[in-house]
Nanobody, 123 residues
Framework: VQLQASGGGSVQAGGSLTLSCAFH????????VGWFRQAPEKEREFVGA????????RVIDSVKGRFTISRDNAENTVTLQMNNLKPEDTAVYYC?????????????????WGQGTLVTVSS
């Protein structure tokens, strides 16, 4: 499976951005698609993920109520809707896919990655 992330950009605090992750290949092999982010000089951080079949999602506490993950089975895309953005959300965001039947917060558990897309939030 190949992944392609898009939708990054620059916004002011309180603004919104929508990131999309399109994947090419056989989606029946997917179990979970995750979003990660990495700020300068920081570790890669799990943001959230969605189980492809069930649609069950999980996000980290710091984005709960602001970020939403959804999927479009027909278009083979996963969307990360980010509202009320804060400067601390500034990072390169990545989507990743794994073929195991569990959401993992560990980036090493994901075998397929899209290129990063930069999100910059100014105060």
């Amino acid at each position: 499976v190949q992944l392609q992330a898009s939708g990054g950009g620059s916004v002011q605090a309180g603004g919104s951005l929508t990131l999309s992750c399109a994947f090419h290949g056989d989606p029946s092999s997917l179990y979970a698609v995750g979003w990660f982010r990495q700020a300068p000089e920081k570790e890669r951080e799990f943001v959230g993920a969605i189980m492809w079949t069930s649609g069950i999602t999980r996000v980290i506490d710091s984005v709960k109520g602001r970020f939403t993950i959804s999927r479009d089975n027909a278009e083979n895309t996963v969307t990360l809707q980010m509202n009320n953005l804060k400067p601390e959300d500034t990072a390169v965001y990545y989507c990743a896919a794994r073929t195991s039947a569990m959401i993992s917060t560990n980036w090493k558990a994901y075998g397929s990655w899209g290129q990063g897309t930069l999100v910059t939030v100014s105060s």
